[in-house]
């Protein structure tokens, strides 16, 4: 406790931080966002966003894109991984610098017929009813549908 405000202020305080982190997360939430890029063996990895007013102090990065590069650096020890912002966007809510990233992997997508291998997993391409994709990482199919308002994905080699 912090002495002369009683036993709960320290971890009241520390309540009221951790609340204040987490609703960065909601689409109305307001930061200085930014768009990064990873490149993995010369090839675009993933894009995402970052709060680039969080940056570790070690290597002057956006702290997201930090800890991603550090991650795929221990799965990845024998590859070239690099990593930086390729759009500041200011300050803006968190549903629009979603929206940013989305047009970005949408242009990916629509002159590569391809997702990168890091979005695979949280990017859907909005425009098509059916879609076929060949992941270039792996050579695998995936079919893409949407019926009654439901996904169905079916990968093939």
Do not use: C
């Not at 997201?64 to 759009?87: A, F």
């Not at 997702?115 to 425009?127: A, E, M, T």
């Amino acid at each position: 406790a912090i002495k002369g405000f009683g036993e709960g202020t320290s971890s009241n305080l520390i309540k009221q931080g951790l609340k204040k982190a987490a609703n960065l997360n909601s689409n109305a939430a307001k930061s200085n966002f930014g768009i990064y890029e990873i490149i993995k063996d010369g090839q675009v990895y993933k894009y995402g966003k970052a709060d680039l007013a969080r940056i570790t102090q070690s290597t002057g990065q956006p702290t997201r894109l930090h800890q991603q590069l550090r991650k795929l650096e221990e799965l990845y020890p024998n590859s070239t991984i690099r990593g930086r912002v390729i759009d500041d966007l200011g300050e803006v809510t968190t549903k629009m610098a979603k929206g940013v990233e989305n047009s970005y992997l949408d242009f990916f997508y629509k002159t590569n017929k391809s997702i990168p291998l890091g979005n695979l997993k949280s990017y859907i391409p909005r425009w098509d009813k059916k879609t076929v994709y060949t992941n270039i990482w792996t050579g695998w199919k995936t079919i893409w549908s949407i019926k009654r308002k439901r996904i169905y994905i079916r990968t093939t080699k």
